[in-house]
């Protein structure tokens, strides 16, 4: 794919960075979700958004079948030690291990470290700045 010199979205090498923002487990609110989805576009970005309540094989799937660089994940159910690392391990199954996996929401500090480990990129609290994650995305996101 060959970008218009007047394109300015973010770029990996030749092509948009494609980013899939993903509501695991039984989450029943979306609106920062929403939000991130706004403020990666707005920075160039192609994003897919998949909704509410996905499973990790669906998240995963459709990380594979829209051939994404970067996985946000969206969670408040507090599920996020069982959900994260079986979307982690699906991906590694998948020969997906490469796609960036970074999340955002009601995450207790004392989990982030285990997350981290477990192959979690990045971790966003409430209050993160969209800019933030967006240079977060920006600074660790290569072209491989």
């Known amino acids: 794919m060959s970008r218009s010199p007047i394109d300015d979205g973010r770029t990996m090498g030749e092509n948009k960075l494609r ?29 897919v958004y998949t909704g509410l309540r996905r499973t990790p094989e669906e998240i995963v799937s459709a990380a594979i079948q ?49 997350l981290k480990e477990a192959g979690i990129g990045e971790i966003f609290l409430p209050g993160t700045s969209t800019k933030d994650i967006v240079e977060w995305i920006e600074a660790n996101v290569r072209n491989i």
């Open 66 to 114: 829209e051939d994404v660089d970067v996985i946000g994940l969206s969670i408040l159910s507090g599920a996020h030690n069982v959900l994260f690392p079986k979307i982690l391990d699906l991906l590694k199954d998948q020969d997906a291990g490469d796609i960036t996996v970074i999340a955002g929401g009601i995450i207790p500090e004392k989990d982030i470290p285990g």
């Open 19 to 47: 980013v899939l923002v993903a509501k695991p487990g039984l989450d029943g609110h979306d609106r920062g979700a929403k939000v991130i989805c706004r403020a990666l576009r707005d920075a160039g970005y192609e994003v």
